[in-house]
């Protein structure tokens, strides 16, 4: 069972963010899994990196093409 002044904590933090106690607690449990593999962390860090800097560079060499653009931040979103 979870003590009432943490869920009052976690009510206020959702309210805060404008998002339902679920997905605070969804968060929290995300959160402290990858603490606790920090391996698993690091290798979605490593991959990640190697995806924006083709994007980047690419954006780079390219210029200002609507596409890439659509396509960086596409991929800016799923990495959230």
Not at 29 to 36: A, C, D, G, P, R
Not at 52 to 66: F, V
């Amino acid at each position: 069972m979870i003590p009432v002044k943490l869920l009052a904590e976690i009510d206020r933090m959702a309210q805060e963010k404008r998002i339902n106690r679920s997905q605070v607690i969804q968060n929290a449990v995300q959160l402290y899994i990858m603490e606790k593999n920090p391996s698993g962390l690091q290798e979605k860090l490593r991959v990640g990196y190697q995806i924006m800097a083709e994007l980047n560079l690419k954006l780079a060499e390219e210029g200002n093409d609507e596409e890439i653009l659509a396509d960086y931040e596409r991929q800016l979103a799923e990495a959230e």
